[in-house]
């Protein structure tokens, strides 16, 4: 257990490192998984996490992420929407209190996915009002805003914040088992945004892939169109699963061992003089 922290830390740290200014990321070791086997009947594979990172993007350099917000969110309430990064970090550091690995069977399909609780607890010198902001990457490379859950914060509500609940710590309206199991209270928890984002696929079919999410702070004072963004984690999935032999159609499983036939008899030729 203590070499596994270790190792942990000095994971993150040596992450957090490479940038000048990256933000400080405190993972829980307790609620963290890395990996999760697959647990479908006639399937082999499994899922695994995306390292977790921490930075605080320049407007030149933030990989787009400015942009997505201002193409899907350029406005609402009839008030244009204006965005900046800080220059300086928040007061203190991100908790990730929960971060796994998920891979579960439902039915004939399986699902691959994660589970997250990332907080902030406001300090001296932050803004008065901060609300969670998060981002994935598509399929095609380009960035897009998560859709929004939760009270407050409805899909379709045309506001880009993920979550917009009041500064309580238990978000009673949370719909995720895991998070529960926290157990936050008084005194206030700060500023939390919980996900489980998850694909399924069928059993009898081979999958990969995968999702990346960038989950940052969009703080104001008085009027919320008016942004200033931090510190953003970038964390996520990737999975993998191949049908066991034995599970698969007569015909496929041939094929797939006179494939390996036909490399290995290649492989012989090859060293032959």
């Given at each position: 257990m203590f070499k596994h922290r270790f190792m942990l830390s000095a994971v993150l740290a040596a992450v957090l490192a490479a940038s000048a200014s990256a933000s400080t990321v405190k993972l829980t070791d307790?609620?963290?998984?890395?990996?999760?086997?697959c647990k479908c009947d006639i399937t082999s594979g499994g899922t695994d996490l995306v390292a977790l990172s921490c930075s605080l993007p320049t407007t030149?350099?933030?990989?787009?992420?400015?942009?997505?917000?201002?193409?899907?969110?350029?406005?609402?309430?009839?008030?244009?929407?204006?965005?900046?990064?800080?220059t300086k970090q928040l007061a203190n550091d991100i908790d990730v209190d929960w971060y796994k690995a998920t891979d579960t069977p439902k039915g004939s399909q399986c699902r691959h996915g994660a589970q997250i609780v990332i907080r902030y607890l406001r300090g001296e010198g932050d803004p008065t009002n901060l609300g969670w902001i998060q981002v994935l990457t598509?399929?095609?490379?380009?960035?897009?805003?998560?859709p929004q859950q939760g009270a407050g914060s409805p899909p379709g509500d045309n506001k880009p914040f993920y979550f917009n609940y009041n500064d309580d710590g238990t978000l009673?309206?949370?719909?995720?088992?895991?998070?529960?199991?926290?157990?936050?209270?008084?005194?206030?928890?700060?500023?939390?945004l919980a996900d489980a984002p998850g694909r399924y696929h069928f059993e009898a079919q081979s999958w990969s892939g995968g999702r990346k999410f960038q989950t940052f702070l969009g703080g104001w004072e008085t009027d919320f169109h008016k942004l200033t963004l931090y510190n953003v984690v970038s964390w996520?999935?990737?999975?993998?699963?191949?049908?066991?032999?034995?599970?698969?159609?007569?015909?496929?499983?041939?094929?797939i061992v006179l494939a390996v036939v036909a490399r290995i008899r290649s492989r012989m030729r090859a060293r032959r003089p």
């Open positions: 307790a609620n963290y998984q890395k990996h999760a086997d030149d350099k933030d990989g787009g992420i400015a942009k997505a917000l201002k193409d899907q969110f350029g406005s609402w309430g009839g008030t244009a929407m204006e965005c900046t990064w800080s598509k399929n095609d490379g380009g960035l897009e805003v998560d009673a309206e949370n719909p995720y088992d895991y998070y529960k199991e926290l157990g936050y209270g008084s005194p206030l928890a700060g500023t939390v996520g999935y990737q999975g993998v699963c191949v049908p066991l032999p034995g599970a698969l159609p007569a015909g496929t499983a041939l094929m």
